[in-house]
C-alpha cells in the first residue's frame, strides 16, 4: 500500500509533535540570532577597552556576515544531501565552541577569524532549521510557521540587547561570549535526542519504512504503520544542486528573489550593527545605546508575527511591498527627526515592523517557492546572496562613520535598500503573474 507522506501531513490537524519540531527549531534560531547580535552588542565596550574607535570593527562584523554568507549556501545544499538534522546538531555544536574561543581574543585579527569560522555555523543552521519547519507543518500553515520559528532570530537579538547592557558591567565581553557558548552545547545534548529528521527527507531518500511510520503516527493521529507501507512524497526528489534552482522556469523567479533577498539583509544588518555606536558616539549612556537594537528587533518580531499572519492571507507580495515601504519611510524618519531618545525607539520599533518583518517574511515565501527536492538549497543560497548584503553594509557603515556623516544623511541613504526591495518584489509579482499567464494558456490554448 502506498502511503501518500506531503498528503498525510498537509490534511491532518497540527499535532503536538510537530510544535515540538517547530520550538527546537525556533531554540536554535534564537540562540543563533544572539551570537549574530553580540558582536555589535559588545563593540562599543571592547572600542574602549581595545583602545580603538569603533568604525575598526566594521571587518569584523562584515566577517561574521561573510561567514553567514557561505554557510548557508554550502551548509544549506548538504542538508538537502546528508539530512538536515545532522547539519543542525554540527553546525550549532561549533557555534557554542566557537563563541567561546571569542573570549580569548586579544586582537582585531584573531577575531575576525572566529567570528567568521562562528557565522559560518549560524549559517549552516538557519537553512536546514526552515527546511525542518516547512516540511514538518501542512502547507497551509508554512508561512505562518515559518515565519515565527525565524522570528526568534531578532528575539535573541531583543533579549541580548536587553540583558547585555547590565551584564557587561559584571561579566565584561568576554563573559558575554563565554555564556554564548556555554548555552547552545547545551542545547545540543537537547537537540540529538529531541530533534527528528524530516519525514519527506527520509521518503525522499529510501529511508527506513518503520522508522518513518513511526514518525508519520506522531504527526497524524489518524495514521498506523502496518509493514509493507510504501511512502511517497508529491514530487520525485534528488541531492539538491544550484542549477536546479535556474531550471523549469525558475532562474528569473530566484535571481529577483536574490536581489530582494542581497538589499533586505543589506539594510536590517547595517542598522542592527551600528545603531548602538551610532547613538553612543551621541553621548546616549552605554545600556541605552545598545537597547536601541532591541527596540529596533522588537518591531521586527511584531512585524514577522503579523507578515506571517497575512501572508496565508494576502499572499507574500502584498506583504512584502507594504512592509518595506513602511521600513523605508521610518528609517528616513530617525535620521530627520531623530534627536529625542522617546523619538528615536518609537521610529526604530517602526523601522524594525517593516524591514525586519519583511525579511522574515520572505524567507518563509522563499521556503514556499522551492519543491521539497531542492527546498534547502534554496532557501539557503537565497539566505547565502542575502549575507552577502549584512557583509558589504556594515563595512559601509564603519567608512560612513569615520566619514562622519551627519545622523540625516547616514539614515537618508540606509533607507534606499528598502526602496530597492520593494523594486525586487514587484518584480517577483510580475513573474509570477507571467507564470500564471502561460500555465492557464498551457490549458486553454487559443
Not at 529596533?296 to 511584531?302: D, K, P, T, W
Not at 522551492?370 to 559601509?396: E, F, H, N
Amino acid at each position: 500500500m502506498n502511503v501518500n507522506v506531503s498528503e498525510q501531513i498537509n490534511t491532518a490537524n497540527v499535532s503536538s509533535y510537530q510544535v515540538r519540531v517547530v520550538i527546537l527549531c525556533a531554540l536554535v534560531a534564537l540562540l543563533d540570532g544572539l551570537d549574530i547580535q553580540t558582536m555589535a552588542i559588545v563593540a562599543p565596550r571592547m572600542a574602549e577597552d581595545w583602545g580603538l574607535p569603533t568604525s575598526a570593527f566594521g571587518p569584523v562584523l562584515s566577517a561574521s556576515f561573510a561567514g553567514i554568507m557561505l554557510g548557508t549556501a554550502s551548509l544549506g545544499a548538504l542538508g538537502d544531501r546528508i539530512g538536515r538534522r545532522k547539519v543542525v546538531i554540527g553546525a550549532f555544536l561549533i557555534v557554542g565552541i566557537a563563541s567561546m574561543l571569542t573570549a580569548l581574543a586579544s586582537s582585531i585579527v584573531p577575531l575576525m577569524i572566529l567570528r567568521f569560522i562562528t557565522g559560518f555555523a549560524i549559517g549552516g543552521c538557519l537553512p536546514n532549521i526552515t527546511a525542518l519547519t516547512s516540511e514538518f507543518v501542512p502547507a497551509k500553515r508554512v508561512g505562518l510557521a515559518v515565519t515565527l520559528m525565524y522570528s526568534a532570530v531578532p528575539l535573541g537579538g531583543v533579549l541580548g540587547s536587553f540583558i547585555a547592557g547590565d551584564l557587561i558591567e559584571l561579566i565584561d565581553w568576554q563573559g558575554i561570549f563565554i555564556l554564548g557558548g556555554v548555552i547552545p552545547l547545551v542545547i545540543c545534548v537537547a537537540l540529538v535526542f529531541a530533534l527528528p529528521e524530516s519525514i519527506r527527507f527520509m521518503v525522499a531518500n529510501d529511508g527506513d519504512p518503520a522508522q518513518v511510520g513511526k514518525l508519520l503516527a506522531k504527526v497524524d493521529k489518524r495514521y498506523t504503520y502496518e509493514q509493507g507501507h510504501r511512502f511517497v512524497i508529491d514530487s520525485g526528489m534528488h541531492k539538491g544542486r544550484v542549477s536546479d534552482l535556474f531550471a523549469q522556469g525558475r532562474g528569473a523567479p530566484t535571481l529577483a528573489l536574490w536581489f530582494t533577498f542581497f538589499f533586505g539583509m543589506a539594510i536590517m544588518y547595517l542598522l542592527a550593527s551600528w545603531l548602538p555606536s551610532i547613538f553612543r558616539n551621541q553621548g546616549w549612556p552605554m545600556a541605552e545605546a545598545i537597547r536601541t537594537v532591541a527596540f529596533f528587533q522588537l518591531g521586527g518580531i511584531v512585524g514577522g508575527l503579523f507578515a506571517g499572519w497575512m501572508l496565508d492571507r494576502i499572499g507574500a507580495h502584498a506583504v512584502l511591498i507594504g512592509g518595506y515601504s513602511i521600513g523605508a519611510a521610518l528609517t528616513l524618519a530617525v535620521g530627520l527627526y531623530g534627536t529625542d531618545p522617546d523619538i528615536v525607539r518609537l521610529l526604530v520599533v517602526g523601522a524594525g515592523f517593516g524591514i525586519v518583518g519583511s525579511t522574515l517574511c520572505l524567507t518563509a515565501f522563499a521556503a514556499m517557492l522551492y519543491p521539497t527536492a531542492i527546498r534547502s538549497t534554496g532557501v539557503g543560497w537565497a539566505l547565502g546572496v542575502g549575507r552577502l548584503g549584512a557583509v558589504v553594509s556594515p563595512m559601509a557603515g564603519g567608512l560612513a562613520l569615520a566619514a562622519d556623516w551627519g545622523q540625516a544623511t547616514l539614515f537618508g541613504v540606509a533607507a534606499i535598500p528598502a526602496v530597492l526591495c520593494v523594486g525586487g518584489v514587484l518584480l517577483l509579482l510580475a513573474l509570477h503573474r507571467r507564470a500564471e499567464a502561460l500555465a492557464l494558456r498551457n490549458i486553454h490554448p487559443e
